[in-house]
């Protein structure tokens, strides 16, 4: 099975007009490829609605169940949005910017395994962490602690903060170093295989070059899963 994730992010998007492009340029949907569209909270009902051949996920969640926590939204509200949830971000670096430390996504993937939604961890290094040689351990951490209480992800993103939205992405040779890491983190942990995703500047021009790394089973896609045409192409050449 592959992946092709369009993180929305906080964009605002004409969810009609997405949805009439993306069908106009992607016409045969595959039962290999799972196309996952991740809007912010108050557009889940509407993709739900609109996207019935698309699977849909959320872009961050609650580490708490319910009660007093002043504008988050729990996982059980999330599925309330949308019955067809199936996937939610947790760890991205721009929600581990604003403070989602490795206990935090932690939690919120409890939150999320207890409602049955489905966590895609992501996992990346900043810049100076790569110039100063320390990536591998820098993704043994966050790896370590995310697993810890034998807790297990259904999808990992390899997303190098450096690579996204740059219009820059990750050369083939740092990414098949990073999925070794991981690769190599999940063997000693004896996990099942969880499929690796790799997630930063994809687009319509790079995205063959990036799928045909042996082990990656999909993408992330940012500012490229903006358009619906642009995310048909990267679709169409999947
Ligand atoms: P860009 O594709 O805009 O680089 O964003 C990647 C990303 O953060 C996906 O989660």
Redesign the pocket.
């Given at each position: 099975m592959k992946y092709l994730?369009a993180?929305w992010?906080m964009n605002s998007i004409d969810i009609q007009k997405w949805k009439n492009e993306f069908e106009d340029h992607y016409k045969e949907f595959k039962d290999s490829i799972e196309i996952i569209v991740?809007p912010n909270f108050i557009d889940l009902s509407e993709c739900s609605e609109k996207f019935p051949n698309l699977i849909i996920g959320a872009q961050d969640v609650s580490s708490h169940s319910e009660g007093s926590f002043t504008g988050q939204i729990s996982a059980k509200q999330l599925l309330g949005a949308s019955e067809r949830l199936k996937y939610c971000?947790v760890g991205?670096?721009?929600a581990r910017s604003k403070g989602d430390n490795n206990l935090l996504v932690r939690e919120k993937s409890e939150q999320l395994r207890n409602n049955n939604i489905e966590p895609i961890l992501?996992i990346g290094e900043n810049i100076e962490v790569l110039r100063k040689g320390k990536r591998d351990s820098f993704l043994l951490e966050q790896l370590n602690f995310y697993f810890e209480t034998g807790l297990y992800p259904k999808l990992i993103?390899y997303?190098p903060i450096w690579?996204?939205?740059?219009?820059q992405?990750a050369d083939q040779k740092n990414i098949i170093e990073a999925f070794e890491i991981i690769s190599n983190f999940l063997e000693s942990k004896k996990s099942e295989k969880i499929p690796l995703l790799y997630?930063?500047?994809?687009?319509a021009e790079n995205i063959e070059e990036i799928m045909s790394l042996s082990n990656l089973s999909g993408c992330?896609?940012?500012?490229?899963?903006l358009d619906g045409k642009e995310f048909a192409k990267i679709a169409q050449k999947f």
């Open positions: 994730i993180n992010k991740c971000i991205h670096s721009e992501c993103a997303e690579a996204i939205g740059t219009g992405a997630g930063g500047s994809v687009s992330l896609v940012g500012n490229s899963s």
